[in-house]
Antibody
């Protein structure tokens, strides 16, 4: 059974860096074709894909946010970490991590974690 | 970036109705399209991938079609559990979601 769970701060100040962790189980990120992605959703708004890391540690980022994002993996801890720099109130959202197969289908999602950006 | 446009934004329907949601891509994406269902306070659930392949465990009343730039999600007979928001997602070039279609009770 594949499970994912996001963790991190619930409140960050403007200009700070956000660091979120996704702890997963039920699969190995070393398996060919497997990936973990991050998607966010501002309150009452649509989903927005942010980043994806593959089993071979290759990475993809949303072009509009690439300069602010870094995705890494720690397979010893079964974790994928997302950092986003220079946070702004418009970045207030629920942040989800999700399991992706080789075709970027997000078949399993975490429950999400709500991050509020406010001074 | 590839933009995804869904229509309508909101759809009012009754149990038993046939419902169709459209998703248009701003450029050619072949059949690299998925559909998700999201209920309030919950994570999205994958329904369909490769435009028309039903994810395991998803009821057969859901179907998807299309290729290129125009796609549809059809619910053949709307059930009470289907009132939710639906999103399309392209993954031909990175990934982009549509703005969502809320299916509400008429």
């Amino acid at each position: 059974q594949i499970t994912l769970k996001e963790s991190g701060p619930t409140l960050v100040r403007p200009t700070q860096t956000l660091t979120l962790a996704c702890t997963y189980s039920g699969f190995s990120l070393s398996t060919n074709g497997v990936g973990v992605g991050w998607i966010r959703q501002p309150p009452g708004k649509a989903l927005e894909w942010l980043a994806l890391i593959y089993w071979d540690e290759s990475k993809r980022y949303s072009p509009s946010l690439e300069s602010r994002l870094t995705i890494t993996t720690d397979t010893s801890k079964n974790q994928v970490v997302l950092t986003m720099t220079n946070m702004d109130p418009v970045d207030t959202a629920r942040y989800y991590c999700a399991y992706a197969d080789s075709s970027w289908n997000f078949g399993n999602w975490g429950q999400g974690t709500l991050v509020t950006v406010s001074s | 970036d590839i933009q995804m446009t869904q229509s309508p934004s909101t759809l009012s329907a009754s149990v038993g109705d046939r419902v169709t949601i459209t998703c248009r891509a701003s450029q050619y994406i072949s059949d690299w399209l998925a559909w998700y269902q999201q209920k309030p306070g919950k994570a999205p659930k994958l329904l369909i991938y490769r435009a028309s392949t039903l994810e395991g465990g998803v009821p057969s009343r859901f179907s998807g079609s299309g290729s290129g730039t125009e796609f549809t999600l059809t619910i053949s007979s709307l059930q009470p559990d289907d009132f939710a928001t639906y999103y399309c997602q392209q993954y031909n070039s990175y990934s982009t979601f549509g703005q969502g279609t809320k299916v509400e009770i008429k």
